[in-house]
């Protein structure tokens, strides 16, 4: 026998599911498959103690950024009427040519390769909707860019988690999954700086993986945001990728001139550049002439302003990490297996000890005033415990100084 309060209860969850089916109605399957916004791991980090030192974000320092160069450039760009008239009217889809063609020099290819886009995410949905069927697998780093998945929702939600290992995505794996049977749409990893892994694909391992896509016919989606931000050590190459006719190589000025520009630009293959221009056409038409204008006249008026730029922000970067894994080293010496990063953003140390808690730690850790992600965020599968004992530690917009106390502070919550 049910209840008085028990029937209300139910009318009440009757009620919810026919508003949610109602909300739902008018909805495509793709409208309805994505993902509400991923949120915090722990609750802690969405509501910090006050003077709290977030090692959350894999943003630019502000330092970094060239805002009187920009300042600059836009006062030109205004004064110039044709110049200024120009930034207010329509464009080509694919980009302006002398934006184009400053990155196909830089790229080493033809500059009808090159699509100017909305930063790196476009990009990288631009690559999922031209080569990955609707229900289709794709391999992916493990850990792996939450973006990446969030991107590939507009397809799929099929995924082949690969393991990434010091020296990047694990081709071996990827070769006997396929050898067993596994059959994939495309591939996807970050080779240079990994994103949360900090660590680059080896040059063989390049060459392997693309051998590996022509023979299995498969894509490559090479997201390379942190390509510019090498402070050590030697570059791997991304010759491999743009020789390739099954490389989509995805980059942005998101972390060099800021994210706020939502610029980019994708290297494509011969066979793709009109598909992925007929589709960003339908899409968002192309990107915004000013701003296009704007990043133009920075990097090309002056021919080592982009340059300087990049110097600036690695020596800082260089710096940074240097100060955060010293401090690790001497304030938690044995507590963390931690590699100095060559470049990037990002620290990625493995707790050694297994008696330590990592959700325990990050809840002492924001206790005490320090926030950063946990590993389990990034998981290709979450749950699967592939990367919960690692934390990720963003140190780009942090000074050595708070590095120091904010590693004090975890130390004291160990
Ligand atoms: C690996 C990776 N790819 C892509 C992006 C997105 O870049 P954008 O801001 O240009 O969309 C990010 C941003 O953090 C990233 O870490």
């Not at 997201?223 to 190589?249: C, K, M, W």
């Not at 006249?297 to 080592?304: E, G, H, V």
Request: glycine share 8%.
């Amino acid at each position: 026998m049910t209840t008085g309060p028990e029937r209300e209860a139910e009318a009440q969850a009757g009620r919810e599911t026919r508003r949610e089916a109602g909300r739902e109605a008018g909805l495509t399957a793709l409208a309805r498959g994505l993902s509400a916004p991923k949120g915090f791991v722990d609750a802690s980090l969405a509501a910090p103690v006050p003077g709290t030192i977030s090692l959350l974000g894999g943003i630019p320092a502000p330092e970094a950024l060239p805002v009187e160069a920009f300042a600059k450039v836009s006062a030109q760009l205004w004064q110039d009427p044709d110049a200024a008239l120009a930034g207010l009217q329509y464009a080509r889809p694919h980009g302006s040519d002398a934006l184009r063609h400053w990155i196909a020099r830089r790229e080493g290819v033809d500059p009808g390769r090159v699509l100017v886009t909305n930063g790196g995410m476009h990009g990288l949905t631009l690559a999922v909707l031209t080569v990955v069927e609707r229900g289709a697998t794709v391999a992916v780093d493990d850990p792996v860019f939450p973006g990446f998945l969030w991107a590939l929702e507009v397809s799929t939600t099929r995924i082949l988690p690969v393991p990434v290992v010091a020296d990047g995505f694990d081709v071996e794996h990827l070769a006997r999954r396929l050898a067993a049977g596994a059959r994939i749409a495309a591939a996807y990893t970050v080779p240079d700086f990994h994103n949360p892994a900090q660590v680059s694909l080896s040059a063989p391992k390049r060459q392997a993986l693309m051998e590996l896509a022509e023979r299995h016919g498969f894509h490559v989606i090479v997201d390379n945001p942190y390509r510019e931000l090498r402070f050590a050590g030697q570059d791997q190459g991304t010759e491999v990728f743009n020789r390739s006719d099954r490389a989509i190589h995805v980059n942005s000025f998101t972390k060099t001139l800021g994210p706020g520009w939502r610029v980019g630009w994708l290297v494509l293959p011969e066979h793709l550049v009109d598909p992925v221009t007929r589709l960003r056409n339908r899409l968002d038409v192309h990107t915004s002439s000013v701003t296009q204008a704007l990043i133009e006249r920075l990097i090309t008026d002056d021919a080592d302003c982009f340059d300087r730029i990049v110097r600036g922000a690695t020596a800082l970067y260089r710096e940074r990490a240097g100060a955060l894994v010293d401090a690790l080293r001497e304030q938690l010496p044995g507590a963390f297996d931690v590699m100095a990063p060559e470049g990037g953003l990002f620290l990625w140390p493995r707790l050694t000890d297994d008696a330590v808690d990592p959700a325990a730690l990050l809840r002492r850790a924001a206790a005490h005033g320090v926030i950063y992600q946990p590993g389990e965020y990034f998981e290709a599968e979450p749950g699967r415990g592939s990367s919960a004992r690692h934390l990720r530690f963003a140190y780009s917009d942090r000074t050595p100084a708070q590095l120091r106390e904010a590693v004090g502070r975890l130390a004291r919550a160990f």
